[in-house]
């Protein structure tokens, strides 16, 4: 064979395999990214879950709050 077909080859070779390469490190990166946000994603959804819950106690709190500053007695009604 002649020398430039064979370097030709080998640098096809050369090229097909880093393609690849950098195709799977992307791909790796980015599905690490991806689990990254899905975690912030499900600490973030956690506490929309328990803020409505927060908001609903406060009110109650400030309801006995409320009531003690009127001189009246705490009704335990949320409980």
């Known amino acids: 064979m002649d020398k ?3 370097v030709a080859l080998v640098a096809m070779a050369g090229t097909l395999i880093g393609s690849f390469a950098g195709i ?3 791909s790796k990166l980015t599905s690490f990214r991806l689990e990254q946000l ?3 994603v499900d600490k973030h959804n956690s506490f929309a879950e328990r803020i409505p819950v927060v908001e609903e106690r406060i009110k109650e709190l400030n309801h006995r709050v409320d009531d003690i500053e009127r001189g009246g007695f705490c009704s335990n009604e949320g409980r």
């Open 38 to 40: 899905e975690q912030k």
């Open 24 to 26: 799977i490190t992307s």
């Open 4 to 6: 430039e077909i064979i």
